[in-house]
C-alpha cells in the first residue's frame, strides 16, 4: 500500500483507535470489533506486551481493509522494526526528528507527537506528516485552535479527552483526524471481551465525526 493511500486512510473517517492493553491476547478480535463498527485505522502501543506480533497478525489478517499502526514509538529502531513487522503507520508522544526521518526514508506516514507550539513546529519542519497534540484533555478544542491561528500548515490530530460528546469541537477548531484511546477501546472491554460493545462505541464515534464534517 503507498503512503498516499495510507494517509487517505488515516484522514477517511478520521478516528484513529489507540489500542493499549495489559495483554496482547484478544486483540485481533478488537481489531474485527472496531472494523465492524467503521473504525478503519488503528495504533497497537509499543507498551503492549507482544505489541509487534499482534501488528504482524493484523497487517496480514486484515490486509486491505484496517490501516494498522505502532503507537508509543520513541526511538529510530523501534520504528524501523514496527515497520518491517507490518506497521503502515507510526506514531510517538513527543517529538524526535530521528524518528520522523526513519519513517520519511521507509515512506510510512508518522504522526508525531507534541504539546506546545514551537514542538509542533518542529515536527512539521523535521517531516513529520501530522502532528499529535498530546496530551490534548487539558486545554480542549480552544488550544488547537490557538495553535493553527498562527500555524494554519500544521495537520493536528488531537489525542487525549476526545470523546463522542468533545468530536464536534475538536474537528470545528481545524483537526484533521483524532485519536482515540481508552473511551473508545477501554480496559473493561477488552477485559470482558465485549466485542458488541465496542461496535457499538465505534459506530458511535464515527457517526459523531461525520456529523461534525457534514
Known sequence: MTKPEILRGLLDPGIIAIIRADSSAHLVEAAEALLAGG???MEVTMTTPGALATISEIATRFAGKIFIGVGSVID???AQEAIVAGAQFVVTPVTKPAVI???NELGKPIASGAFTPTEALLAHESGADFVKIFPSE???PAYIRSILAPLPMLRLIPTGGVTPATVGA????GSVALGVGSSLVSRDILQTQN???LTATARTFI???RAARA
Open 207 to 209: 457517526a459523531a465525526i
Open 138 to 140: 487539558f486545554l480542549g
Open 76 to 78: 529510530p529502531g523501534t
Open 195 to 197: 466485542w458488541p460493545a
Open 39 to 41: 473504525v478503519t485505522a
Open 101 to 103: 526521518a526513519v519513517c
Open 170 to 173: 475538536f474537528i470545528q477548531a
